[in-house]
């Protein structure tokens, strides 16, 4: 079975990072956009991240442009916009699509071990977010709707 170790991302400057160093720490993967009604939740991510990165827990941002064309920009743009916005420190990986032909794997390895409502593989908007173990494992998908800030039960759970 799969785990997030098996995959890899693009940083912003387009160099692939495997994940496998990640094995070990609680993480919350979300795809972010700049331009969306949800952006005011990057706020609520630096928070947990601040809150409990000492215990071994890390926000992974991925931001795409597949909804509504809200991450319009390229990686200096977004990593500028939320640095000055929202003094954002954690770490900010590469664009991605997460939906359709060219969905990044690792999308799509999360979409399959945490399907959506009525069992829908697909991402519906931007700031959907998957809780992942310590061993590399989905444990829960998150609605963008849902606010950071009410996912501490279960972070706290996992570390």
């Known amino acids: 079975m799969k785990t997030i170790a098996d995959f890899s991302a693009r940083l912003p400057n387009g160099e692939a990072v495997s994940l496998a160093d990640r094995l070990g720490k609680v993480l919350l993967v979300v795809n972010t956009a700049s331009k969306c009604g949800f952006t005011p939740q990057y706020k609520g991510l630096e928070a947990l991240w601040r809150k409990y990165r000492d215990r071994g827990f890390e926000v992974i941002a991925f931001p795409c ?3 509504g064309r809200q991450e319009p920009g390229g990686a ?21 699509e997460v939906n359709g032909a060219n969905a990044d794997p690792l999308y799509e390895w999360l979409k399959a071990q945490a ?5 829908s593989k697909a991402i519906k908007w931007n700031f959907t977010k998957f809780l992942i173990d310590r061993d590399g494992k989905v444990v829960r ?15 706290e759970a996992l570390l």
């Open 65 to 67: 442009n597949q909804f």
């Open 76 to 96: 200096e743009e977004i990593a500028s916009f939320c640095d000055v916005n929202f003094g954002l420190s954690f770490p900010l990986m590469g664009k991605v």
């Open 115 to 119: 399907p959506g409502v009525l069992g």
């Open 141 to 155: 998908r998150y609605a963008p709707t849902e606010k950071p800030e009410n996912l501490e039960k279960d972070i």
